[in-house]
């Protein structure tokens, strides 16, 4: 979608989050650190999704108690560059490690959180980085079964701009998330609306069966959306999370 924009403000200033990831190119967003935090999360966002002071991880992360590192992708919001499925993949290795190498960071677990189009680019870190653990969030098992669902219910003056690639290229890339979950070994988290009309949890499912984490643990969220997760769930949700966030807290100080 060269040209193409999704506009927001910057982030207001002491939580401003800038990652360089090529010559020109500097991918902006926020963190958020709490004096109580246990862990620290690496934000990946859904497909058009603006990454703000007021985004839903930073909400997630008022109820538990880990910070928060996240940025926009290339030609969203005030990122650099122009989007590309190519360019959201492709930078997640780069934004955790300049993530990483934080010195806030350091002796800290560091897990990976990807919603929807996020997965991708989380599963990829998570296959190539030692992370703490990673969270998918109404995962795509491919590109084929996820793309169309996610395009085709946007409001019809955002589908031009958030195609990310001609479908038959993008069905045949070899780095689906279903192909990309096998080298995971770091403990894994899925969550799944079964009434999510955007991304289907069978695709959820594919990813979670394929994945290589020997820890790890699916949730089905009854009713629950592909926007709406959290407020379906609620506090069992809530509680699920805090469950698996204990369990890499206690690894990481192990």
Request: proline share 9%; charged share 20%.
């Amino acid at each position: 979608m060269p040209g193409s924009r999704i506009k927001a403000g910057p982030a207001p200033d002491g939580v401003r989050l800038e990652v360089p990831v090529a010559p020109g190119v500097t991918l902006r967003g926020v963190t958020v650190r709490r004096p109580d935090a246990r862990l620290a999360v690496l934000y990946f966002g859904g497909n058009g999704e603006i990454v703000g002071p007021d985004a839903g991880i930073v909400r997630l992360a008022r109820s538990h108690p880990f910070d928060v590192y996240a940025v926009n992708y290339r030609g969203f919001g005030p990122s650099d560059g122009e989007a590309s499925l190519d360019a959201v993949i492709g930078d997640g290795v780069a934004i955790f490690d300049a993530v990483a190498a934080r010195p806030e960071l350091a002796g800290k677990p560091l897990l990976v959180y990807g919603f929807s189009l996020g997965s991708w680019p989380a599963l990829m870190v998570a296959g190539a980085r030692e992370v703490a653990g990673i969270v998918l969030q109404s995962p795509p098992d491919a590109a084929a079964e996820g793309v169309p669902h996610l395009t085709s219910l946007l409001p019809w003056y955002l589908r031009r701009i958030a195609r990310l690639a001609p479908a038959p290229e993008v069905a045949a890339r070899d780095d689906q998330p279903v192909l990309l979950a096998p080298r995971v070994r770091a403990p894994l988290l899925v969550l799944h609306g079964d009434a999510d009309l955007s991304v289907p949890m069978t695709c959820g499912r594919k990813v979670f069966a394929a994945a290589g984490s020997q820890d790890k643990e699916f949730v089905t969220v009854p009713g629950g959306g592909h926007i709406d997760l959290w407020e379906v769930g609620g506090e069992a949700l809530h509680g699920r999370l805090a469950g698996f966030l204990d369990r890499i807290t206690r690894r990481g100080r192990a």
